[in-house]
C-alpha cells in the first residue's frame, strides 16, 4: 500500500470516528440522570446512539489499522490528519441539522483544510520508519508514570479545574495507543512476534483507556476544555514519538520540510479554533 491510499483511509477514518464520538458523547449525556458507574454496560445496553457509537467506533479504527500497516506511512502524519473529520461534522451539522456555523468556525475550518492539504503534500517524502525498541519502551513508561502522577495530584489535591487533568490524561493515553498501533504492524513486517504482541496488548491499553476516561470525564468536567487539551497533548506526543521512537524522518526539500511543519501547526489551530467556538456544539475527536 502506497502512501497516498494510506492518507485517504485516514481521512475515511477519521470521520466516521468523529461521528462515533458525537453519538458516545450524547449518549452519555442521556444516561447522565441514571445510577451507576459501568458506562460501556450502559452504553451497550440502554441507548441506541451507544450502540451506534461503538459500531461505528470498531469500523473506524479498524481503517484506520489498515492505513497505519502501511510501511511508509509516518504515524506522525497519519494521526494529524485525523482532525479533518471535524470539518465533515461541522458540515453535517449545517446540512443535516440546519445549524449555523460562526464566523469563527468558518475560519477554522478553513485552516484546518489548508493543514490538511499540507501535510499530505509533505508526507510524500521521507524514509521508512525503523523501530527503536528501548526509546519506545522508555517513551510509552515515562507516558504511564506521568498519567500516574497527574491522577495521583488531582485525587490527593482536589484540583478545582480537572478538566486539565483529564484531557492531559486522555491524550497521552490516546498517544501512546497511536504509537504502539504504528509498532505492531512494524514489528510483524520485521518478524519480531513477541514485541508485536506486547505492542498489541499496549495499543489495547492505550486506546480503550483513553476512551474510557473521555467517556468518564464527560460526565465530569467541561467537554470543551477536555477535548482541547485532549487534541493537543496527543497530536504533540504522536509528532515526537514518531520521530524519537519510530525514526520517522522529516522531508529533506526546504518547501516539503515547510509544508509539513505549517500543515501541523494550521490543523492544530484551526481545530482549537473550532472547539472554542463550538461550546453549545457535540464535536469532539479522540
Same mark, same amino acid.
Do not use: D
Given at each position: ?51 451506534? +457509537? ?30 479533518? +473529520? ?84 486522555? +491524550? ?111 464535536? +469532539?475527536?479522540?
Amino acid at each position: 500500500m502506497n502512501i497516498e491510499i494510506a492518507i485517504c483511509l485516514t481521512l475515511v477514518a477519521s470521520i466516521i470516528l468523529n461521528v462515533a464520538i458525537v453519538l458516545l458523547k450524547i449518549s452519555v449525556g442521556e444516561l447522565a440522570g441514571r445510577r451507576g458507574h459501568h458506562i460501556f454496560m450502559m452504553l451497550l445496553t440502554q441507548t441506541k446512539n451507544g450502540w451506534i +457509537g461503538l459500531t461505528l467506533l470498531l469500523v473506524g479504527y479498524a481503517i484506520f489499522l489498515l492505513a497505519a500497516s502501511a510501511h511508509a506511512a509516518p504515524i506522525s502524519v497519519l494521526r494529524p490528519l485525523f482532525t479533518f +473529520g471535524l470539518v465533515v461534522v461541522a458540515v453535517l451539522a449545517v446540512v443535516v441539522l440546519k445549524e449555523r456555523l460562526s464566523p469563527l468556525e468558518w475560519l477554522g475550518m478553513g485552516i484546518l483544510l489548508v493543514g490538511t492539504i499540507l501535510l499530505s503534500t509533505s508526507a510524500s517524502s521521507g524514509s521508512a520508519p525503523i523501530l527503536h525498541l528501548y526509546r519506545l519502551l522508555l517513551f510509552l513508561a515515562g507516558s504511564a508514570v506521568v498519567c500516574m502522577l497527574i491522577l495521583g495530584c488531582s485525587l490527593v489535591l482536589k484540583v478545582q479545574h480537572a478538566e486539565f487533568a483529564f484531557g492531559t490524561i486522555v +491524550g497521552l493515553l490516546f498517544g501512546s495507543g497511536y504509537l504502539a498501533t504504528k509498532t505492531v504492524f512494524l514489528a510483524w513486517q520485521e518478524n519480531r512476534s513477541m514485541l508485536a504482541a506486547l505492542a498489541f496488548l499496549a495499543m489495547g491499553a492505550g486506546m480503550l483507556g483513553g476512551l474510557a476516561v473521555l467517556l468518564w470525564s464527560f460526565r465530569r468536567g467541561r467537554a470543551l476544555i477536555i477535548r482541547g487539551v485532549n487534541f493537543v497533548v496527543n497530536q504533540v506526543m504522536v509528532v515526537l514519538g514518531g520521530a524519537y521512537c519510530l525514526g520517522e524522518s522529516f522531508p529533506e526539500e526546504p518547501l516539503l520540510l515547510l509544508a509539513r511543519f505549517a500543515g501541523f501547526a494550521a490543523i492544530v489551530l484551526g481545530a482549537l479554533l473550532l472547539l472554542a467556538a463550538g461550546r453549545k456544539s457535540p464535536v +469532539g475527536a479522540a
